[in-house]
């Protein structure tokens, strides 16, 4: 009787064991999980890996033969870090990848004093802050979908629906706060490139097109407040919510 004991307890840990790896395996998603937590989870991943695909396609499809905006390095150091690869690419893809747009842009900077020597400490600030806001809106997005959404994520999401009770409502939220990152990102760099045209329009006038730049580089500005509001918000929110979904594996 005893020996029959010790196998049933064997034979449990050997099933509960199975079980465990066959949740490891994507083609048994299906069947561990409910309809409802299934529905969920699919509409996330599908949300997801598209939106991914998208960005990867934007961030490739960007040229990085010569320069982007300073062609050569009478400039300070942090404003040729725009020059750098990966800034290049996120800048680039914020303005839609738009040669037109890019040279808008850089009227704007050649109106600046910017050079080495001639510089001017507060168009330097101002510059470096246009180039910051542009790099953020592409590079928040790259940190949401390969970092905060990456596939190792996705499966960690998977899991916690197997797990913790009330996972489904905290994937539909994640779900909406990614929707509404998605739809913000479009109509923000469509207002950037309206921005950014409407502005060196205006550099005949050196105060007036700086006064122009203050609704996407100061902190109470319209484009800023909706950087902040709508793209950092919302990928802080989704942050917050992985970090309470994965309590239960960390």
Not at 193 to 209: C, E, L, P, Q
């Amino acid at each position: 009787m005893q020996r029959m004991s010790v196998v049933s307890c064997i034979m449990s840990i050997l099933s509960l064991f199975l079980i465990m790896c066959v949740a490891c395996r994507p083609e048994y998603e299906s069947s561990l999980l409910d309809a409802k937590a299934q529905k969920a989870y699919n509409v996330l991943k599908f949300k997801v890996d598209n939106y991914r695909s998208k960005l990867v396609n934007e961030l490739e499809s960007v040229v990085l033969k010569g320069p982007l905006l300073f062609n050569d390095q009478s400039y300070s150091l942090v404003l040729l870090q725009a020059e750098e690869d990966a800034t290049k690419r996120s800048i680039a893809v914020t303005l839609g990848n738009d040669s037109k747009v890019i040279e808008r842009l850089k009227e704007i900077l050649n109106t600046l004093d910017l050079r080495k020597g001639k510089s001017s400490t507060s168009d330097v600030d101002i510059a470096g802050r246009i180039l910051k806001q542009l790099t953020d809106v592409t590079n928040l997005a790259v940190i949401l979908f390969h970092k905060h959404l990456s596939k190792k994520n996705l499966i960690r999401i998977r899991n916690s629906l197997m797990i913790e009770v009330g996972s489904v409502s905290v994937l539909d939220d994640i779900t909406s706060d990614l929707e509404q990152f998605i739809q913000a990102r479009v109509e923000v760099m469509s207002k950037i490139r309206s921005f950014i045209k409407t502005a060196a329009a205006k550099r005949g006038d050196k105060a007036v097109m700086i006064n122009c730049l203050k609704s996407l580089i100061d902190d109470t500005g319209e484009l800023s407040k909706e950087i902040l509001a709508r793209l950092v918000g919302n990928v802080f929110n989704i942050e917050n919510k992985l970090i309470d979904l994965f309590k239960w594996d960390s």
